[in-house]
């Protein structure tokens, strides 16, 4: 028993140095990551290059970001320079830079961005080509009403936004829905149209998996993951849902449907945005894609159609 | 002696006379030829002769020496051979034909000598007061060294050995070695009964495989060491295999076991754990920090981290093979435990003494003081909520009926689960009046399990075992959301009123038989086949309005999903063909290929694996060894986290979804020194079309879960590896124990759609691992137990940098932060000392056992998640979570 007993203190010297050693506080150390040029800017055929400009901040600063007044910004069309643009402030009073010429299809783009005391950036992109989907049909007894409990009617209406060629690769998709209401006024025992509440935005449903596989975006459209059209998915089904109020005597008249085929660019850098999106403590978020050299931010090429469609209704 | 025969079992009746000498007679000398040819064809005859004079005249007639006993051929009968031309070998096979001897020729000698008969002790070997079967115990003869073999799961064993006297000794952890004299002159059935050590049996904190050496030098698997399960420090003193087959080297857990059991760099539902022979879909309570595991219940754990058997199949990473006690035939027994988290109770006894017997067991938690208790440190992940509440449950029960000497039947039974409800409010005050939003959940998730087994020895070679099971795992969540509106004048109004109900499960129904058969002393060969259907519910969920004509827009797309309750069903048979040969005392090659297929949606994938494993046993306990695995895998668990949490969902391969499969190469050396041992072993680990889930943008969260309508194109497929470095030292002998178990390893992954297609850390990398045991026998009724673990902290995602998107003109914004690389950053290391006493002591017939111990005792806040706070103004100022800190460890048990 002696014997024994005689290893109990080396067990709790053991122990006990364990124990003084390896009580500390933890800390963080996060490297310091040197300010760039954040540049923005989606463009499409027929419209002039629109890049927001802003510096990065580092991810504990609580201020707004530094927006910064001088920016050398030049645009370039297949490595040849051909604009330098200008200074423009939006109705909202944001400052962003403007160019004279118009994106052109199928043409490499790109910009250069110097402020100074930081590196410049470059970035490059085109605008890909352009799928449509078939006109878009819609039936008049596909068409169904709920009535909501506060009085008001929604509105539902089958959509079919079906691609009639597929790309063989990168097949990215963005869509966005909009609607026109009327308000109609009684003049002389005929409805018309007194004034109309116009491009509103239209909510949607569809499948479980459909659903599962579009995005919201910090663009006004919805992107549609590339795993969609899977197994030669073709068509995005969607119920548009038109909320209305009849006894303000509102009317649906249309539907916007807009399309947009995406560059790689726009696609992967917006996908990993929203992947970065959720709010899950555990889960992981993806690294953000970045096709902006020495900076931040992306410059991506779209190309787009509008297809507006009457309600029959 | 004579009480030890009676134990053994072994009366033998019939007694033969030992052969003491061999009397050579020189049958003829012909002194003339100095060197004679043997003739190629011999004319001979001779009737009715007795074999002996037989050979005496063949070797006058040829010149040709023979030599041999006369007794050989005492019990044959006069033989008649007339042959022209024929060889020497001929006439000797037709002279010598009815006695069991054989002849070497050299030159113009022959020599006979007799044939070694070959006689099979097999049987059962077990508890000679419970009549518990022993899984693993060692059976050896002493006196024909390297002869020896170990019982397989149901206590079976099969030896070939030569007839004559041997000395046989059995032995197992825990139990006295018996010697048993044994004279063998036939086939002996025998059940060998051992008695358990009385005393404080020896504790052996294993992180080298637990094996006889003398059987064989290092096993592929770790046999878990129960009684060292009761012993070592953890949380709340609740004992737990998962924790103590964490302390094996190559086993990486996440922070405090939440986050699964991640060997080698797999993935945790790449893990087999099979209980009963029932594989276990979720074998964990509360999301990872206890197993379901009963200890009570646990007679036998074993554990592959490679080179597994080809009888393993459908996991690709690692076996875990846990059976259960099958009670006692010959007394009742209680035991009851009482710890800080969990109480439990187990029942056994005969229902017919020695013919059959049950054993039932429950265990229960109080979890709720803890919660208020941790629910008042900030600093800690707490169930916040006015009403919060959990708790887990198991119940085991386990009846086995003896048949007959050769046939038993075991039926097993698990049920256990988990339940969390939580209701909290949140209020949102303006001019209008107030708004307060109720939320109501209540989660529960457990698992089904039962078998039914036949054993049924075939005859005394071969023993088989056929296997009806049932596995089901579920999850199920309920969230019921209510608004209401107080105005400013009084009045209220309900703004939204409805439930959600999120349901999954996995459910299988499966039959196999396996076959043991032992063809020599140096092979044992299985073989078996199984058949599974599957049926898989990835999620579905339903939304209840309370309230008539409740249908917010936001709400309604949920109600959409109602048409994906998707219900999947798939077909997976199984064959194997598994062979373990020891050509020598040295070597032993273990090879067999498993071949399996699986059907779903009219698409089959099939699989071939060969499996595959040398050892060499050097002298003075040295032993080096290689080994080759493929192991394919068709079962996944996905969810949004990634981490095999209860409500990450388990999905089949599908036409999209390929199964994983995983090569293993693994290398090592090892040597067992007195009461020291250490090995070394390296391992590469190639993982192809490894599996991950990517979130949805608007998941529908219900407690965590996550909606899995379209998950088979949300899953991103990949490729992982990982290598590394596994060293073990262990002193197993004497009042002072221990074992250190050090893991040099790196683990990657590379998804095409993640981290822009490059590689990056697995997200339970970690470059060192170390984990020290240590027991002291302070007395016979009292020891002390440390382990102190220490890890690389795990990599973690955190952005640097963020700016904001926004497009010219676009009202839309969004903070984007700047995850330059997943996991690219460390969390601090990870590191916690855990020490416990425990006693034990006899009174009357009454067993107690005491441990008091302390979980994390110098109280570190392993970090479990980091949050970099975005808007603190100062750098690095990050909020981290921890899971367990300083936690008391008691429990008291009591055994009737």
């Known amino acids: 028993m002696k014997h024994r007993l005689s290893y109990l203190p080396r067990f709790i010297l053991i122990a006990f140095i364990f124990l003084v050693q390896c009580a500390r506080e933890v800390t963080i150390d996060i490297p310091e990551e040197e300010t760039r040029i954040v540049a923005v800017c989606h463009f499409t055929p027929g419209e002039t290059f629109k890049v927001k400009v802003s510096l990065s901040q580092p991810v504990y600063d609580s201020g707004d970001p530094v927006i910064p007044e001088k920016v050398d910004l030049t645009l370039a069309k297949e490595g040849a320079f051909i604009d330098k643009l200008y200074a423009a402030t939006s109705d909202d009073g944001q400052l962003y830079w403007e160019s004279r010429d118009l994106a052109e299809p199928g043409v490499a783009f790109s910009i250069t961005a110097r402020v100074d005391g930081m590196k410049t950036i470059y970035a490059t992109s085109a605008v890909p080509p352009h799928y449509p989907v078939a006109p ?10 709920t009535i909501l409990s506060d009085g008001r009617r929604l509105l539902n209406v089958p959509l079919e936004l079906h691609l009639e060629q597929l790309p063989e690769k990168n097949p990215f998709f963005a869509f966005s829905l909009k609607h026109d209401v009327d308000v109609l006024q009684n ?6 149209t007194d004034y109309t509440y116009e491009g509103l935005p239209t909510n949607y449903s569809a499948d479980g998996r459909t659903l599962s596989l579009l995005y919201d975006l910090s663009e006004p459209v919805v992107l549609i993951s590339d795993k969609f059209w899977s197994e030669d998915h073709r068509t995005l089904y969607l119920d548009a849902k038109i909320p209305y109020d009849p006894a303000k005597h509102e009317k649906p008249r249309r539907i916007y449907v807009e399309w947009r085929t995406l560059s790689e660019e726009f696609y992967r850098y917006h996908l990993s945005i929203a992947r970065q999106g959720s709010t899950l403590p555990l889960s992981d978020p993806d690294a953000v894609y970045n096709n902006v050299q020495d900076g931040y931010g992306n410059f991506s090429g779209y190309s787009v159609e509008v297809e507006m469609v009457e309600l029959p209704f | 002696m004579q009480r030890k025969r009676l134990n053994l079992h072994l009366r033998f009746q019939n007694m033969v006379i030992r052969v003491k000498a061999f009397f050579f007679v020189i049958c003829c000398f012909l002194a003339v030829c100095a060197a004679a040819q043997v003739p190629a064809a ?9 074999p002996a004079e037989a050979l005496v005249k063949l070797s006058l007639q040829t010149k040709v020496n023979i030599a041999f006993n006369d007794r050989f051929f005492s019990r044959c009968s006069p033989v008649t051979i007339q042959a022209r031309g024929a060889s020497l070998p001929a006439l000797l096979d037709q002279i010598s034909a009815c006695a069991k001897v054989s002849y070497k020729i050299d030159g113009d000698q022959v020599i006979f000598f007799r044939k070694a008969l070959k006689y099979t002790l097999s049987g059962y070997i077990q508890d000679i007061e419970t009549g518990e079967r022993l899984i693993g115990a060692g059976i050896r003869s002493a006196s024909d060294k390297g002869v020896g073999t170990v019982s397989n799961e149901f206590g079976f064993f099969s030896l070939k050995l030569d007839d004559g006297e041997h000395k046989i000794v059995v032995s197992f952890i825990g139990y006295r070695n018996e010697n048993i004299n044994l004279l063998l002159t036939s086939d002996r059935f025998a059940t060998i009964k051992m008695r358990a050590n009385s005393e404080l049996p020896e504790v052996v904190i294993s992180a080298l495989p637990a094996s006889d050496s003398r059987l064989h030098s290092v096993e592929t698997q770790n046999n878990l060491s129960l009684n060292s399960l009761n012993a070592l420090p953890m949380p709340g003193g609740e004992a737990d295999l998962m924790r103590m087959a964490a302390l094996q080297p190559g086993i990486q857990t996440g922070v405090d076991g939440v986050g699964g059991m991640h060997v080698r760099g797999g993935n945790a539902d790449q893990n087999l754990i099979l209980l009963d022979d029932v594989p276990v879909y979720n074998p964990s309570h509360a999301l990872g920090l206890f197993s379901i595991f009963n200890p009570d219940m646990v007679s036998h754990a074993r554990m592959w981290k490679g080179d597994f058997p080809a009888r393993y199949g459908g996991r690709a990473s690692s076996v875990v093979d846990i059976r259960t006690r099958d009670g006692d035939f010959r007394q009742y027994h209680a035991n009851a435990s009482v710890g800080l988290f969990a109480s439990s109770l187990s029942v056994e006894g005969p229902l017919r003494r020695d013919r059959s017997a049950f054993l039932v067991a429950g265990r229960t938690t109080y979890f709720e003081p803890w919660i208020d208790f941790f629910s008042k440190r900030g ?6 909520g006015d009403n919060a509440g959990y708790r887990f449950y198991d119940l085991n029960v386990k009846l086995n009926y003896v048949l007959s000497d050769r046939d038993r039947l075991y039926f097993s039974y698990y049920y256990g689960g988990d339940l969390f409800q939580n209701q909290f409010d949140q209020r949102y005050t303006d001019d209008a009046g107030l708004q307060t939003d109720r939320y109501t959940l209540n989660s529960n998730w ?6 039914l087994r036949w054993n049924h020895v075939v005859s005394k070679n071969l023993f088989s075992n056929t296997t009806i099971r049932y596995s089901q795992f579920y999850y199920q969540s309920q969230l019921a959301f209510n608004s209401t509106f107080l105005y400013a004048n009084g009045k209220t109004g309900t703004l939204a009123d409805y439930g959600l109900l999120y349901q999954t499960f996995i459910r299988d129904w499966s039959g196999k038989t396996d076959f043991t058969y032992y063809p020599t002393d140096q092979a044992t060969v ?22 008539p004509g409740q249908s917010p827009t936001a709400i309604d797309s949920l109600a959409n999903i109602l048409d994906n309750n998707e219900q999947l069903g798939a077909d997976e048979a199984e064959a194997y063909f598994d062979m373990e040969i020891r050509p020598s005392k040295n070597w032993r090659v273990e090879m067999g290929v498993n071949g399996s297929t699986f059907q779903i949606r009219n698409t089959g994938y099939r699989a071939l694996l060969p499996r595959f494993r040398v050892l060499r046993s050097g002298p003075r306990g040295w032993t080096q060894w290689v080994g080759y695995h493929r192991n394919t895998q068709y079962l996944h668990q996905i969810g949004s986290f990634n981490i095999s949490l209860p409500f990450e969902l388990w999905v089949p391969s599908t036409p999209k979804v390929p199964p994983e499969q995983v090569w293993q190469l693994s290398l090592g050396i090892g040597k067992q020194h007195r009461k020291w041992g ?6 590469y680990k190639r993982l192809d079309r490894v599996l991950t889930f990517l979130t949805s943008n608007d998941a529908l969260v219900t407690g965590g879960a996550e909606d899995a309508s379209g998950w088979e194109d949300r899953v991103a497929t990949g490729e992982g590896r990982s290598y590394g470095a596994e060293l073990s030292i262990e002193k197993s002998f004497g009042s002072t124990t221990g074992s250190i178990a050090y893991t040099l390893s790196k683990t990657d992954r590379r998804f095409p759609d993640i981290n822009s297609g490059e590689t990056f850390p697995f997200r339970y990398d970690r470059l060192h691992d170390l984990k020290i045991s240590l027991h002291q026998r302070i007395a016979s009724w009292l020891s002390a137990d440390l382990v102190w673990a220490y890890a690389t902290g795990n990599p973690i995602t955190l952005a640097g940098v963020k700016y904001t998107h926004q497009s010219p003109g676009n009202d839309l914004k969004r903070e984007v932060y ?3 690389e997943v996991n690219g950053y460390r969390l601090p290391a990870y590191h916690r000392l855990d020490v416990a006493f425990n006693a034990r002591f006899t009174s009357g017939r009454v067993r107690h056992g005491f441990q008091l111990g302390v979980y994390n005792a110098y109280n570190r806040y392993n970090p479990f998640y980091l949050y970099l706070d975005g808007r603190s103004g100062e750098k690095g100022k990050a909020i981290q979570y921890t899971l367990l800190p300083i936690l008391p460890a008691f429990r008291y048990e009591i055994k009737l």
Not at chain 2, 42 to 50: G, L, R, T, V, W
Not at chain 2, 379 to 384: C, G, R
Not at chain 2, 678 to 683: A, F, H, L, M, T
């Open chain 2, 526 to 547: 299985r073989w078996g086949l199984s058949y599974t259907l599957h049926d898989f519910r990835p999620g579905a969920i339903s939304v209840n309005f309370l309230q």
């Open chain 2, 42 to 50: 011999i004319d001979f005859e001779c009737n009715a002769c007795p």
């Open chain 2, 818 to 820: 700047v995850f330059t």
């Open chain 1, 187 to 192: 003049v002389g025992g005929e409805w018309v």
């Open chain 1, 136 to 145: 878009v049909q819609i039936k008049p007894a596909d068409i169904s009403e």
């Open chain 2, 379 to 384: 600093n800690l992940i707490t169930f916040s």
């Open chain 2, 678 to 683: 250490w090995q070394v072993e390296g391992y």
């Open chain 2, 446 to 451: 457990g698992n089904n399990i039962a078998a």
